[in-house]
């Protein structure tokens, strides 16, 4: 499929986290990978597709880092603030994109920011496999190792069949009311989202499973950096 006859679509970024698992001096995604921030990077995967309708970058309110990037002033970014969890700050994005028009049944892209190494490829891939599904999906990726299910002693209870096993990733893909919908009766309902998909499933639906590169891995510990520093730029 030409880039041309793939979904518009919007974009939300939720970047207003701390990163304590990362034990850095500042959050994760100011963190510099080849000489720019991992938000940058990230931004990059989205802004100069021909089908981007707009970007929501969610960012906290008194992020000091982000004004000082050379990215800050770009037009075709929109800032908000965040919110306490994940789910609050896309929820805020969402919300911002009413504002910026979007419709109904608009496409809505969800991507963390600290997952800079989304390749194109698999970008459009999303894009193709999900246009003419009823309810979106999200890019995942198969269990690789074999799983366990652990006992409060530590010990293995059981070996977990990993063959219905995915990890999600991201971007995630939804209309716009759908999301909006499910992210804030989940919310209201005080139901754990970690990602937009656990609300629509929440909410009934069944989201699909898109195979994606395992490499567009979030980055959450000191060695995940690392690792994609080591290997940058090694996108497809
Ligand atoms: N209140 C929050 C918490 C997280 N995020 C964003 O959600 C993405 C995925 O979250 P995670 O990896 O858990 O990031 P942090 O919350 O920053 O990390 P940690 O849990 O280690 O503190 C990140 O891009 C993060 O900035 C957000 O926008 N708002
Ligand atoms: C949305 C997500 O990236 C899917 O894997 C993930 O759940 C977000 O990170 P967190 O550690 O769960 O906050």
Request: aromatic share 6%.
């Amino acid at each position: 499929m030409t880039a041309a006859a793939l979904p518009p679509f919007w974009v939300v970024i939720p970047a207003a986290g701390i990163g304590s698992r990362m034990r850095a001096d500042r959050p994760k995604q100011y963190l510099q990978l080849a000489g720019r921030s991992i938000l940058e990077h990230t931004l990059d995967c989205f802004l100069d597709h021909p089908q981007l309708k707009g970007l929501v970058l969610c960012l906290a309110a008194d992020d000091p880092f982000w004004p000082v990037l050379p990215g800050a002033s770009d037009p075709r970014i929109q800032r908000v603030d965040g919110g306490g969890e994940r789910a609050d700050s896309v929820l805020n994005g969402l919300l911002h994109l009413r504002e910026l028009g979007a419709q109904e049944g608009d496409w809505v892209l969800v991507h963390d920011a600290a997952r800079p190494n989304l390749a194109r490829a698999d970008l459009d891939l999303l894009l193709a496999e999900l246009a003419d599904d009823p309810v979106g999906g999200l890019l995942a990726v198969p269990a690789r190792d074999t799983l366990k299910r652990a006992g409060a002693d530590g010990r293995v209870q059981e070996t977990v069949d990993r063959s219905v096993i995915w990890q999600a990733y991201t971007p995630q893909m939804f209309h716009f009311a759908a999301l909006h919908r499910a992210l804030a009766d989940a919310l209201v309902a005080g139901v754990a989202v970690t990602d937009e998909a656990s609300a629509l499933e929440w909410a009934g639906l069944a989201p699909r499973l898109i195979e994606g590169r395992a490499d567009n891995l979030k980055i959450t510990r000191p060695e995940d950096l690392e690792w994609l520093r080591q290997r940058w730029p090694h996108k497809v």
